[in-house]
């Protein structure tokens, strides 16, 4: 946050506000899916239409059908539901533990905590994120569930580290230190001065993940590990398509499209909130 | 000045939206040595960037810049040619030089990169030649230097090489940004001498810039004054410090000397400047036997000859009436008697030992610094500190960097753990594990930070900062809110401002909201860390007016650091000075400046640039 930010041109601040509103629209496309299939679908998703089995897009069916005659445009729509819920799901755990580890890992002053935190972060970091994920199908099932707490765990790590740097960089700073000789406690300095001040930080982590987990969810969704059937998710739809990739590509093509526009979405919006939540640039220019 | 070395003519410089720098002209002949004067935001840098063609690429330049012996204008050239001309012809001597060197390569390849690039010397012949300049900018051991990395100087010895690096090709001029701003006063003295001594043996041009008057009166043969983008005043050094005919320029003067006050005591702003009688006055007195940093003459007979010739000439400015002002130099006589009276009061319960408020006794901190896996080294950064602050009393401590008064500080308001030694604050022992303790110590004891710009936290509004120390008494909202009024009344802000932010002020009003929250919790002492050190000059006088103020109005036991000797002197009643973690000298401020009895303190108080030493 005290990195010294170069001095912005109007030019490259339009096409810093241009990423920002990109990655904007694709999120909003996609929570705008998810909501409106709450309400209404083109077609009923788990009926199978067997007159209209695998077709290309016409007019009835845009996106086409699939080998049971379901409605693709149906099945994208709620399958941005999952991916939205499992975003949401695992950003959430992956933030409510490990920002307050990575705060507590930045303030303490036992040196063997903060130790501890770190070097437990690093050996799930070194963790690999999918093996995780099987081991808990293993465990409890294969299921959305279990996949977004895997993924949730998976992202822990990144989360501590962006909110233990941001903490020790606040922690260093003097209104800390006039805190602190005004008395106020570890405790309310953390959530009154170290919280807010990284909160940019933290949001740029979360879209950031946020677009990661889309991907692990369709990873794992094509390996039958995520999301069971009868519940649309994109990367189900991925791995259903596989067999007629040669007649029929549309049916790896829309589910890839949307997965691919979402992770972008979300990645350009958080490199766009990086720019607009530096403390330092707010009211100023 | 038939044909000037640098001829600058009508030079803009602007951003896409507005002017920086507003049409400009000057020259510097051979050899002639100028002085740029401003405050922050004033536009010298980006002049001499300008000059120097290193303009960020969103700022364009309009005007002319001639260097003589180049064909036309340095503004129309390509980055290339300009490269060639840089460190030839003209280099540049930055403020900070620990980010001007190149951490990663030895100092004497980067004195030998200059020649080599400029293809002035080649090979090892570069390389002797770096040796030889490191030798003639003094620093000890030249050989062992160039085998040196940035890291393993002092900040003073960088900034030597990278005098030796502007120097290597003997350029026609030489521009120095701030060259001394981020050295100790000591070092700062050395290295203005060797730029001088440098300058003058070689006649190079020197564009010298920086906001301190005393530094340039001693560099200097010309000065430009210059504010807001302008050059508002142009002269000899001799005639801009006694004859200044710009009203700015009078304020900076005024705002500059430590050492005058008008008729209420209190130091010149730009906005009383007009009252300030000029440092010819004050040097025709210094000659006549005011003294002010020379002999041991009397404090009390000292400040009477002071206060003489300083209110006449307030009786000779037409503008103000004549009866006002001669009641105004009889009311400034009664002033310093009472307060010559009330020191003398003090002094004595002080010597009574009735009321000591702060008593530190053999302090010692050691910090444990690891080297490596296995190996640590221990730094001692005080070596067994006495110190005894009397009730009411107002205690500088003067050191340079590394001297341990910051780590002072920290352990004083309890941030820090002693190693060894006892800290006494009114009944309380500080004592950072008792929590209990601390939080009836910190009802009394407040800290003013150095920088104002980090002491505040950006996002919280001004109202909540100032309320901060209130909140953990568990003092209700509106209470909060009441108090934080009441004081950013009394430090001068109107009460618009609590609802702002910190980024919306600049770093004078927010050292007032800083000193606001400092006072919030009605303190008994106030701890000053070198509130005024990253201020302009002008803001300076201000605040510490402001600061002498309260000290009185909330009859405060005043605790001020600060590196800068002259600040100390008029704040303080008594100084401690301090070196590599101990105290050498302490006593009444008079006596410690006017006859320092440490070798230390005398050098010290010799390297400090004054305005009355300038001529």
């Given at each position: 946050m005290?990195?010294?930010?170069?001095?912005?041109?109007?030019?490259?601040?339009?096409?810093?506000?241009l990423?920002?509103l990109v990655?904007?629209?694709l999120?909003?496309?996609?929570v705008l899916?998810?909501?409106?299939?709450?309400?209404?679908t083109p077609?009923?998703a788990?009926t199978p239409?067997?007159a209209?089995?695998l077709q290309s897009g016409?007019?009835?069916?845009?996106?086409?059908t699939?080998r049971?005659g379901r409605?693709?445009?149906?099945?994208?729509?709620l399958?941005a539901?999952?991916?939205?819920?499992?975003?949401?799901?695992s950003?959430?755990?992956?933030?409510?533990?490990?920002v307050?580890?990575g705060?507590?890992?930045?303030?303490?002053?036992v040196?063997?905590l903060?130790?501890l935190?770190?070097?437990g972060?690093?050996l799930l970091?070194?963790?690999p994120?999918?093996?995780l994920a099987i081991?808990?199908s293993?465990v409890?099932?294969?299921?959305?569930v279990p996949a977004?707490?895997?993924?949730?765990?998976?992202?822990i790590?990144?989360?501590a580290?962006?909110?233990r740097s941001?903490t020790?960089q606040?922690?260093s700073r003097?209104f800390?230190?006039?805190?602190?000789?005004a008395?106020?406690?570890?405790l309310?300095?953390?959530?009154?001065?170290?919280?807010?001040?990284i909160?940019g930080?933290v949001i740029?982590?979360?879209?950031?993940?946020?677009?990661?987990?889309?991907?692990?969810?369709?990873?794992?969704?094509?390996?039958?590990l995520?999301t069971?059937?009868p519940i649309?998710?994109?990367?189900?739809?991925?791995?259903?398509?596989?067999?007629?990739l040669g007649?029929?590509?549309e049916?790896?093509?829309w589910p890839?499209?949307?997965?691919?526009?979402?992770?972008?979405?979300f990645?350009?919006?958080?490199d766009?909130?990086r720019?607009r939540?530096?403390p330092?640039l707010?009211?100023?220019s | 000045?038939?044909t000037p070395?640098?001829?600058?003519r009508?030079l803009?410089?602007?951003t896409?939206?507005?002017?920086l720098?507003?049409?400009?002209?000057?020259?510097?002949?051979?050899?002639?040595?100028v002085?740029?004067?401003?405050e922050?935001g004033s536009?010298?840098?980006?002049?001499?960037?300008?000059?120097?063609?290193?303009?960020p690429?969103e700022l364009?330049?309009?005007g002319s810049v001639e260097?003589?012996g180049?064909?036309?204008n340095l503004?129309?050239?390509s980055?290339?040619?300009l490269a060639?001309?840089r460190?030839?012809?003209m280099s540049?001597?930055?403020?900070?030089?620990?980010?001007?060197?190149n951490?990663?390569?030895?100092v004497?390849?980067?004195?030998a990169e200059?020649m080599?690039?400029?293809r002035t010397?080649t090979?090892?012949a570069a390389?002797r030649?770096a040796v030889?300049?490191?030798?003639?900018?003094?620093l000890?051991?030249p050989v062992?230097?160039?085998r040196?990395?940035?890291?393993?100087?002092?900040?003073g010895?960088?900034q030597?090489?990278?005098?030796a690096?502007?120097?290597a090709?003997s350029?026609?001029?030489?521009?120095c940004?701030?060259?001394?701003t981020a050295?100790?006063?000591?070092?700062?003295?050395?290295v203005?001498d060797l730029?001088?001594?440098q300058?003058?043996a070689?006649?190079?041009?020197?564009?010298?810039i920086?906001h301190?008057?005393?530094v340039?009166?001693?560099?200097?043969?010309r000065?430009?004054?210059m504010?807001q983008?302008?050059?508002?005043?142009?002269?000899?050094v001799?005639q801009i410090?006694?004859d200044p005919?710009?009203?700015y320029?009078r304020g900076?003067?005024?705002?500059?000397d430590l050492t005058?006050?008008?008729?209420?005591?209190?130091?010149?702003?730009i906005?009383t400047a007009a009252q300030?009688p000029?440092?010819?006055?004050d040097a025709s007195t210094?000659?006549g036997g005011?003294t002010a940093?020379g002999?041991g003459a009397e404090?009390?007979?000292?400040?009477?000859s002071?206060?003489?010739?300083?209110?006449?000439?307030a009786?000779?400015?037409?503008?103000?009436?004549g009866?006002?002002?001669v009641?105004?130099?009889?009311a400034?006589?009664v002033?310093t008697?009472t307060?010559?009276?009330?020191?003398?009061?003090?002094?004595e319960?002080?010597?009574a030992g009735a009321?000591?408020?702060?008593?530190?006794?053999g302090l010692?901190?050691?910090?444990?610094?690891r080297?490596g896996l296995?190996r640590?080294?221990e730094?001692q950064?005080?070596?067994g500190i006495?110190?005894?602050?009397?009730?009411?009393g107002?205690?500088g401590i003067?050191g340079?960097?590394?001297?341990?008064?910051?780590t002072l500080?920290?352990l004083?308001s309890g941030?820090?753990?002693p190693?060894?030694g006892?800290?006494?604050?009114?009944?309380?022992?500080?004592?950072?594990?008792?929590?209990r303790g601390?939080?009836?110590m910190?009802?009394?004891?407040?800290i003013?930070?150095q920088?104002?710009f980090?002491?505040?936290?950006?996002?919280?509004?001004v109202?909540d900062?100032?309320g901060e120390?209130?909140?953990?008494?568990?003092?209700?909202?509106s209470?909060r809110?009441a108090?934080?009024?009441?004081?950013?009344e009394?430090?001068?802000l109107?009460?618009?401002?609590?609802?702002r932010?910190?980024?919306?002020f600049s770093?004078?009003?927010r050292q007032?909201i800083?000193?606001?929250?400092?006072?919030?919790?009605?303190?008994?002492i106030l701890?000053?860390?070198e509130?005024?050190?990253?201020?302009?000059v002008s803001?300076r006088?201000?605040?510490?007016?402001?600061?002498?103020d309260?000290v009185?109005?909330y009859?405060?036991?005043?605790?001020f650091?600060?590196h800068?000797?002259?600040v100390?002197r008029h704040?303080?009643?008594?100084?401690?000075?301090?070196?590599?973690g101990e105290?050498?000298?302490?006593?009444p401020t008079d006596?410690?400046y006017d006859d320092?009895a440490?070798?230390?303190?005398?050098a010290l108080?010799?390297?400090t640039p004054?305005?009355?030493?300038?001529?």
């Amino acid at each position: 946050m005290t990195v010294p930010t170069a001095p912005t041109t109007p030019t490259r601040r339009r096409a810093r506000d241009l990423t920002f509103l990109v990655g904007l629209a694709l999120v909003a496309l996609i929570v705008l899916m998810a909501l409106v299939s709450l309400v209404w679908t083109p077609y009923d998703a788990t009926t199978p239409d067997p007159a209209a089995r695998l077709q290309s897009g016409s007019a009835e069916h845009p996106m086409g059908t699939d080998r049971f005659g379901r409605d693709t445009l149906t099945w994208i729509m709620l399958g941005a539901r999952i991916t939205l819920l499992v975003g949401v799901v695992s950003v959430g755990i992956a933030m409510v533990i490990g920002v307050p580890l990575g705060v507590l890992a930045g303030m303490t002053r036992v040196r063997w905590l903060s130790g501890l935190i770190m070097r437990g972060n690093d050996l799930l970091l070194a963790f690999p994120a999918l093996l995780l994920a099987i081991v808990f199908s293993a465990v409890f099932g294969a299921g959305t569930v279990p996949a977004m707490i895997a993924i949730g765990i998976a992202a822990i790590p990144a989360f501590a580290r962006v909110a233990r740097s941001g903490t020790l960089q606040i922690m260093s700073r003097e209104f800390v230190s006039a805190a602190r000789s005004a008395n106020r406690t570890s405790l309310q300095i953390a959530l009154q001065h170290v919280l807010p001040n990284i909160a940019g930080l933290v949001i740029v982590q979360a879209s950031v993940t946020f677009a990661l987990s889309v991907l692990a969810e369709a990873g794992l969704s094509f390996l039958g590990l995520g999301t069971q059937p009868p519940i649309p998710s994109w990367g189900r739809m991925l791995q259903e398509s596989q067999q007629f990739l040669g007649s029929r590509p549309e049916l790896a093509i829309w589910p890839g499209l949307f997965i691919a526009l979402a992770v972008l979405g979300f990645n350009l919006m958080g490199d766009g909130l990086r720019d607009r939540l530096d403390p330092t640039l707010r009211g100023r220019s | 000045m038939a044909t000037p070395l640098l001829r600058v003519r009508d030079l803009t410089i602007s951003t896409a939206q507005r002017e920086l720098v507003h049409p400009l002209s000057f020259d510097i002949a051979p050899g002639e040595r100028v002085g740029l004067i401003g405050e922050s935001g004033s536009g010298k840098s980006l002049t001499s960037s300008a000059v120097m063609g290193l303009l960020p690429q969103e700022l364009t330049a309009g005007g002319s810049v001639e260097l003589t012996g180049e064909d036309g204008n340095l503004l129309d050239r390509s980055e290339r040619s300009l490269a060639a001309l840089r460190g030839r012809r003209m280099s540049m001597v930055f403020q900070e030089p620990m980010s001007a060197l190149n951490p990663l390569m030895r100092v004497g390849d980067q004195v030998a990169e200059v020649m080599r690039l400029h293809r002035t010397a080649t090979g090892d012949a570069a390389q002797r030649r770096a040796v030889e300049l490191l030798e003639q900018v003094q620093l000890p051991d030249p050989v062992a230097a160039a085998r040196a990395y940035p890291h393993q100087l002092s900040g003073g010895q960088r900034q030597r090489v990278m005098l030796a690096i502007a120097l290597a090709n003997s350029p026609d001029l030489l521009i120095c940004d701030e060259p001394t701003t981020a050295l100790d006063v000591t070092v700062q003295a050395a290295v203005l001498d060797l730029i001088d001594e440098q300058v003058r043996a070689r006649g190079t041009g020197l564009l010298f810039i920086t906001h301190d008057l005393a530094v340039v009166a001693r560099v200097c043969e010309r000065v430009l004054v210059m504010t807001q983008g302008e050059v508002v005043e142009s002269g000899t050094v001799e005639q801009i410090f006694t004859d200044p005919q710009h009203e700015y320029t009078r304020g900076l003067l005024a705002a500059s000397d430590l050492t005058a006050t008008d008729e209420h005591g209190r130091l010149f702003t730009i906005a009383t400047a007009a009252q300030y009688p000029g440092t010819a006055a004050d040097a025709s007195t210094s000659a006549g036997g005011n003294t002010a940093s020379g002999g041991g003459a009397e404090p009390d007979g000292a400040a009477a000859s002071g206060t003489g010739p300083e209110s006449s000439p307030a009786a000779d400015i037409p503008v103000a009436a004549g009866s006002p002002a001669v009641g105004a130099a009889a009311a400034s006589a009664v002033g310093t008697d009472t307060v010559a009276e009330a020191g003398a009061g003090s002094d004595e319960s002080g010597t009574a030992g009735a009321a000591d408020l702060i008593e530190v006794t053999g302090l010692v901190k050691t910090y444990t610094r690891r080297a490596g896996l296995f190996r640590s080294h221990e730094v001692q950064a005080l070596k067994g500190i006495d110190l005894r602050v009397r009730d009411g009393g107002r205690m500088g401590i003067v050191g340079e960097s590394g001297s341990g008064k910051s780590t002072l500080l920290s352990l004083l308001s309890g941030l820090a753990t002693p190693t060894a030694g006892r800290i006494r604050v009114g009944d309380i022992v500080v004592d950072p594990t008792d929590d209990r303790g601390l939080t009836a110590m910190r009802r009394d004891l407040q800290i003013v930070f150095q920088d104002p710009f980090a002491s505040l936290d950006p996002r919280m509004s001004v109202a909540d900062i100032i309320g901060e120390p209130l909140q953990s008494q568990g003092a209700p909202r509106s209470e909060r809110l009441a108090r934080a009024e009441e004081l950013i009344e009394a430090v001068g802000l109107d009460r618009d401002s609590l609802t702002r932010f910190p980024h919306q002020f600049s770093g004078g009003q927010r050292q007032r909201i800083s000193i606001a929250r400092a006072l919030v919790t009605r303190p008994r002492i106030l701890v000053a860390d070198e509130p005024v050190s990253a201020l302009d000059v002008s803001v300076r006088a201000q605040v510490l007016n402001l600061l002498a103020d309260l000290v009185d109005e909330y009859s405060l036991t005043l605790v001020f650091v600060s590196h800068d000797l002259g600040v100390v002197r008029h704040l303080c009643s008594d100084v401690a000075v301090m070196r590599s973690g101990e105290i050498v000298e302490q006593g009444p401020t008079d006596q410690v400046y006017d006859d320092p009895a440490h070798e230390y303190t005398r050098a010290l108080v010799a390297a400090t640039p004054t305005l009355q030493g300038a001529f």
